[in-house]
């Protein structure tokens, strides 16, 4: 992980079938990785802007689906579709927990 920045929040969580590790910084950059099953190595390393604060990890299930809800200045509820991440921007105010 590039960067000096420190993580704030960390998630090793599983949505649909693919497991990932997930790194909020300080700086609302959050990287995560996909994390291979039978070795533990990550793979492919991606980057998303969360927002400009620290943000905070928080897994929950809704409609038998797990979900990430990205607490931050700008907060997004992070799920998979068809094998993808995808990053939905939520309409309220600096989410704290």
């Known amino acids: 992980m590039p960067g000096d920045m420190l993580p704030r929040s960390i998630m090793m969580t599983k949505l649909e079938n693919t497991i990932y590790l997930m ?11 996909r994390v291979d099953r039978e070795n ?24 038998g689906q797990m979900h990430v809800f990205v607490c931050s200045d700008r907060p997004a ?10 990053f939905s921007n939520v309409n309220l105010r600096i989410v704290t927990h």
């Open 40 to 63: 533990g190595a990550l793979l492919e390393m991606k980057k998303a802007t969360v927002g400009t604060q620290p943000p905070s990890l928080n897994r929950f299930y809704t409609r």
């Open 77 to 86: 509820v992070i799920f998979s579709s068809n094998g993808k991440l995808v």
């Open 23 to 33: 790194v909020a910084l300080g700086d609302g950059t959050l990287y995560y990785y």
